[in-house]
């Protein structure tokens, strides 16, 4: 591989040539000679450079999104060959809708961890649709979403577990006396908080909604999961969250799921892969997805 597309990359996320060359153990008149030398192989500006910023020009956008993944393909291709002969390790990068990695992964990370220590997670969090894009373009090994994304043909997917959707409420909520089954046209009045659009959350709320004929009165949007559970527990409104996201919640009374008809909503976490070459790392993490059993364990909890 070029090493000049990888100081490249590097100066693009660290935007600084200073910090790239600290970063790549290079001095920084090396660092910058890599990047004229790139420039000229490509004959166009890559990057605005002052003493206060570093910033890619529209050429180096086009440059930068290109050599991320050749950067990756090559990373891939040694760790590859590498595992033909060891154990399973290195870098495993997994990408995970904001449900599943923030309240799941963890747990079957842990796992992961005692039987294969020397397997470096890297862990980014996004809506489903991020996620898939990520995945898409290389950057991530493998991801777990739910809800749908745009099907693409270089895109593998297997459903693996189920997603339970409760609605839940304060525990002072006038609603959370009830203990009849609560019809949905008592809920037309409340105040729903609800996820930003792209999220598989978003795509099950507007699923409910749908599938029972419901306008809310009014919606309060939120980008996570945290802050729609803070403002559940306050006292500004419902939502239908995850059983997996509220079961603490839940347990220690700060929440309360309402006994509506018809639910819990149920949809499919699914795995989602671009390559058929995978590492051993990458192998027995979906193993261990696939046998479902801290799945199971956590929700016990």
Known sequence: MDQALNVFVTVTEKKSFSRAAEDLHMTQPAVSQY???????????????????VRLTKAGEIVYHHAKEIVGLYGRMHHLVNDLSHEASGQLSIGA???????????ILARLLEDYPRIQPDVTIGNTAEIADLIMSRQLDVGIVEGRFKENRQLTTQAFAEDRMILVASADHPLS??????????????????????????????????RYALTPARTMQFSSTQPIKEAVEAGLGISLLSEWAVQKEIRYG??????????????QFS????????????????????NNRELKLFREC
């Open 35 to 53: 990047i004229r030398s790139l420039e000229e192989t490509m004959n166009v500006r890559l990057l605005e450079r002052t003493n206060k910023y």
């Open 97 to 107: 809708s904001y449900t599943f990695g923030e309240y799941v992964l963890p747990h």
């Open 177 to 210: 006396l009830k203990t009849t089954a609560i019809e949905w046209k008592e809920l037309i009045e409340q105040t729903w908080i609800i996820r930003e659009e792209g999220s598989g959350t978003r795509e099950a709320v507007e699923a409910v909604f749908e």
């Open 254 to 267: 700060e929440l309360v799921q309402l006994p509506v008809k018809d639910l819990p909503f149920v949809r």
């Open 271 to 290: 795995i989602v892969t671009s390559s058929q070459y995978q590492t051993k790392a990458l192998k027995v993490f979906l193993e261990l997805l696939l």
